[in-house]
């Protein structure tokens, strides 16, 4: 399985289905604009708020580890938009050509082998996402986003195989979203006392221990099992 091009594809399809076909000119089809830049930084910015940086307030806790996964993957959602319109619009290729040239970068190896905890302190590693933002102000260059994102990605504790994981859960967990109201105001966002993000977490880990494999209908189901609407 190619885990790269299917995220793209799913990213692409959820695009399209949210936003109408054709988003990549910068648009909704509510007319809208888009901008998957900004949609980056301020998801960095809740990456750095998991971490204890503030030398005010709680000077002694710990970083958020299993949210500071769940924003990469978000970080993920839109640097990946940002390169699909940057294909579209620029002609660069279609969908395989853009996987094959994330594959091709040169940090990519180190993000196909088993993750390991990182033994950077939690200033340096918001200096890696201050670095990602940086990049997203300054740069036009995808190639470095994705280069950047990589290294955000690696000291969060995620390889590929389990970005691609939280990856497919939160995509699902987008769609369950738009399908019970998020666009309306009518979503239900903390379920028996938790965020739907931390619900879907342990369907997943639940899933692994377990040993099964998890499709997107299986993740859809038990998030309506779930889901304190029903």
């Not at 690696?154 to 699902?172: A, E, F, P, R, T």
């Amino acid at each position: 399985m190619d885990k790269v091009l299917e995220m793209l594809q799913l990213q692409q399809t959820l695009n399209d289905a949210t936003n109408g076909i054709g988003w990549e000119k910068g648009f909704t089809k509510h007319g809208k604009v888009i901008d998957w830049r900004r949609c980056s930084y301020l998801e960095c910015a809740e990456l750095i708020e998991s971490y204890p940086w503030k030398h005010w307030k709680n000077i002694d806790a710990k970083a958020d580890t299993a949210n500071i996964k769940i924003e990469a993957v978000d970080i993920w959602h839109f640097i990946m938009s940002q390169a699909l319109q940057d294909y579209k619009i620029e002609d660069l290729g279609n969908i395989e050509t853009l996987a094959e040239h994330i594959k091709a970068l040169s940090n990519f190896e180190s993000f196909t082998t088993e993750s390991i905890p990182t033994d950077k302190s939690y200033y340096a590693q918001i200096q890696t996402v201050e670095s990602l933002i940086k990049i997203l102000f300054c740069e036009k260059d995808t190639s470095k986003l994705f280069v950047a994102f990589i290294e955000v990605a690696l000291q969060s504790g995620l390889n590929i195989d389990s970005l691609y994981s939280l990856y497919v859960g939160k995509n699902i967990l987008n769609k369950f979203r738009q399908d019970h109201g998020y666009k309306e105001g009518s979503y239900i966002k903390i379920w028996k006392g938790k965020e739907d993000n931390v619900v879907m977490q342990s369907i997943l880990e639940k899933q692994d221990i377990q040993k099964q494999d998890i499709t997107a209908q299986s993740l859809y189901d038990a998030l309506s099992k779930a889901y304190p609407n029903t």
